[in-house]
């Protein structure tokens, strides 16, 4: 047994390190739960924002439902959290960006999502589209041709076990995925420079196509092909829309 006086220091040091370890976890837990915490004033911006997609055109209930559902700024970096809710794409690193929720509803209503619809998805970004989809029902499989960006949404999506029904990728969208064709929907969320013949050929008879051509004025517009019978396809035109480049190859 030690005397008292030699007890003092270890013991004196063991608390203080305790101390230190405390405040610590409790500085980790207060950073988690401001990123991912989904308060009232959240809800409430979320709200708004669905009420602004209806006065601009949106009709879906489903999707409107689905964005109402989804805490978007859990997708977006800290200092974002409070404009999270605006109707504005932001940047997500890799000069890559989220789409204007308004887009992300667009593109999803032409889709014509169904429950079980086996979705394509080129342009993973952010995840936020995908979970859309997935919040709706369909199984999604979506590619990032960005290494770095599919690396973070393999460590940091929030909600890997609340949509097990995304299948992450990391790959060349243009090429599509032949292991897991033919898919029900096909949606594309970077400027095409044209219409990937490979992803038609991976859609199903009678499935759908949604994407941002680019034509002769810089921005894009949005087309939904209807792929035929025949393997050929349908086309109808919307409207015009602005979206980062779909890229060749793969991005290390
Ligand atoms: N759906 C995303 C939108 C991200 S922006 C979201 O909800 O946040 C478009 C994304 O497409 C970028 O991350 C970009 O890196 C990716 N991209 C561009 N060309 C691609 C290609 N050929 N294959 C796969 N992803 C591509």
């Known amino acids: 047994m030690l005397p008292p006086r030699l007890l003092f220091l270890p013991i004196f040091h063991t608390t203080v390190l305790a101390k230190v370890y405390i405040l610590h976890l409790r500085w980790h837990m207060k950073e988690y739960n401001r990123l991912y915490e989904d308060t009232y004033q959240h809800k409430g911006l979320r709200k708004k924002l669905v009420d602004t997609l209806r006065t601009k055109g949106i009709t879906d209930e489903l999707v409107l439902a689905a964005i109402n559902n989804i805490p978007r700024h859990y997708f977006l970096e800290p200092a974002f959290d409070k404009i999270a809710y605006e109707d504005r794409a932001f940047p997500i690193g890799e000069g890559q960006t989220i789409s204007q929720?308004?887009?992300?509803?667009?593109?999803?209503?032409?889709?014509?999502?169904?429950?079980?619809?086996?979705?394509?998805?080129?342009?993973?970004?952010?995840?936020?589209?995908?979970?859309?989809?997935?919040?709706?029902?369909a199984r999604v499989f979506t590619i990032e041709r960005q290494k770095k960006?599919?690396?973070?949404?393999?460590?940091?999506?929030?909600?890997?076990?609340?949509?097990?029904?995304?299948?992450?990728?990391?790959?060349?969208?243009?090429?599509?995925?032949?292991?897991?064709?033919?898919?029900?929907?096909?949606i594309i969320t970077a400027a095409a420079p044209f219409?990937?013949?490979?992803?038609?050929?991976?859609?199903?008879?009678?499935?759908?196509?949604?994407?941002p051509l680019d034509d002769d004025s810089g921005t894009q517009r949005m087309l939904r092909l209807t792929k035929r019978e025949d393997g050929g396809y349908d086309e109808e035109a919307f409207e015009q829309f602005s979206f980062v480049p779909m890229l060749q190859g793969k991005n290390k």
């Open 195 to 211: 219409i990937p013949p490979k992803l038609i050929e991976q859609l199903k008879p009678g499935g759908l196509m949604v994407l």
């Open 101 to 137: 929720p308004y887009t992300v509803a667009y593109q999803t209503e032409l889709l014509r999502v169904k429950k079980n619809d086996k979705v394509l998805e080129i342009g993973t970004g952010s995840v936020f589209q995908a979970t859309v989809l997935a919040e709706m029902g």
């Open 149 to 186: 960006l599919y690396d973070l949404q393999q460590s940091r999506y929030v909600f890997k076990s609340k949509y097990p029904s995304i299948k992450f990728f990391y790959g060349d969208g243009f090429e599509g995925l032949k292991m897991y064709q033919p898919f029900d929907k096909v």
